[in-house]
Structure formats: structure tokens, C-alpha cells
């Protein structure tokens, strides 16, 4: 079975010290009683708990999450696209985009 994720758009905005990125759905607040719309939280560890820890990973984490919404719906297009056009042997990654498809999908 097959769980629908939030709806997009997701964005992400960081605390004061940008180490910690909250994911919401576009347009709904966290902490309101619609705690539904929070997705996650991206932390970034201080540099003494994980010295070599670039501060830098956990916005690009976070920016990754924000644009998967938008990614699986044009991978989708395409999918149905190159489904439509050519052949698993004409295209091989026809085969990889099902599969990442899939994956995000639960299935």
C-alpha cells in the first residue's frame, strides 16, 4: 500500500545559527495546531561533537528535501514520457527512473 506524502511545495528555513532547518509545506506555519504541515527537522551537529562536519550539509540536506515534492512530479512527466516514446532498451535509464519512482513511492 502505497502512503501519499504532504503535498507540495516544501520549503526550509534555518534557526539563527544554522544549525537546524525545519521542512514545512509551503504557506503553513510550525506551531500552529496544524502540526501536519512540519515534515522534518535537519540539525547540524556544533563542530566539537563532529569536528569535520561541514556547517554547510545540513542546509543542502534540507534544500533536498524541500525540492523532493517538485523532483518526483517531474521525474513522473518523464517517466511517463520516455515510457511513451521508447523502450527500456532504447533508454536505460527508463529502468532507473521507475525505480526511483518506486522507492520514493513505497514501493
Not at 506524502?5 to 525545519?22: A, I, K, L, M
Not at 502540526?35 to 543542502?60: M, S, W
Not at 516514446?85 to 533508454?91: G, K, P, R, V
Amino acid at each position: 500500500m502505497t502512503t501519499q506524502h504532504t503535498p507540495g511545495p516544501w520549503t526550509f528555513e534555518g534557526d539563527h545559527t544554522h544549525r537546524s532547518f525545519n521542512i514545512r509545506q509551503l504557506g503553513h506555519l510550525i506551531g500552529t495546531s496544524d502540526q501536519a504541515k512540519h515534515i522534518c527537522t535537519i540539525n547540524n551537529l556544533p563542530p566539537h561533537v563532529l569536528a569535520n562536519r561541514d556547517p554547510g550539509i545540513a542546509e543542502a540536506n534540507a534544500r533536498l528535501i524541500a525540492a523532493a515534492p517538485e523532483l518526483l512530479a517531474v521525474l513522473k512527466k518523464w517517466a511517463t514520457f520516455a515510457h511513451d516514446n521508447y523502450t527500456d532498451e532504447d533508454i536505460t535509464w527508463l529502468v532507473e527512473m521507475r525505480a526511483a519512482i518506486a522507492k520514493a513511492e513505497g514501493k
